[in-house]
């Protein structure tokens, strides 16, 4: 076998093996056509095509649940109302926020996850507000994001500006402390929120955790870095041409659009390397944006961490789940793959925990 392994190379010749070089370098120029083919990614089952999302997300099962979901019952006819919450002249911010359920008595802040909004995650919120009329659900456009107004010139990574907008939106709705429920990359907004500003904070639901190094890698390049590496944005307007902010540009008013154009490119591609790098340095951590002993010294009364279940999950490890509760003071894990089995663990933890409750007993 080894000998006529041998005698076939030999016969290969000097003429054999420029043949064999331009061989594999065709496939490989045929290979990158195909990568860079939408049609030929899309046949990647865990290929996701909306902007707002990492393009792998597809290979967790509760897109169908968070992301766009279909009503549940009663969702249609739950009461709605949108805000632009102005948060200066504490935040140079202004953001677009629902309220579902405004009259209800248990303040519970939806933060959506990925680079989503309102459009994306607001069904999932308005199905949580359906399941009880006394959840006031509050979800918002994050800055830069959705129908919230932009600014790129931010004096930290993007999840502790979040949490600061969050701060002062509270004190905006006249809210004293809430019940949090964040998704992946908005469960790191609240649990910035939580260690700045405990008061505010009631409990906390992680639903999913990030965490391990594929996600600190991928979700740094794809949401942040790939930004930096692109030496053709000189210019905001080059910027309003890729496919996140084309679709911020597209869904708003004139006004916020003259107010991304207007916003310096240095500060943008500023913003995109410090959070990029910012994430990526969590790749040995059991979250992304959190230390080991930032987890350990959060002052929450409780956190739950929920996961659908499913082994496979680049983004959202169930071992990094199990491991943030030995972490996390009074913390617990469950296994939830639906939208009923989200519902049946959260409204008791809200009930017990919510401080609106306790002070109406």
Known sequence: MLTS???????????GFPTLITTLAALLCASNALAADDSRVNTDPNYNPDATLFKGAANNIWIDVLFKATPAPGSDSVPTENLRVDLRPDRDMTLNVEVYNPNGSIPFIVTPGGMGDIEGFGAFAKNLAAASSDLKVIIMDRRNLGRSEVSFANAEPMAGEEAEDLHVLLQRLDIDSAIFYGMSSGSRSNMVLAERY?????????????????AAQRLSEEYFLSYVRDDSLISMEAVAQTPLWKGYMERNS????????EQNIDDFLATMKMTGEFLASFHAKTTLGMTDEQLMSLEVPATLILH???????LHPKVNARAATTLLQNSTFKIAPNLQSIVDEILPFVNEYSSAVKGAQ
Do not use: C, W
Not at 254 to 261: A, R
């Open 5 to 15: 392994k041998i005698n076939y190379f030999r016969r290969l010749g000097r003429s």
């Open 198 to 214: 405990p008061e505010q904070v009631d409990a906390l639901i992680i639903a999913p955790l990030t965490g391990g190094p594929i």
């Open 254 to 261: 004139p006004e916020l659009q003259k107010i991304f154009m």
């Open 308 to 314: 659908h279940g499913q082994e496979i999950d680049f």
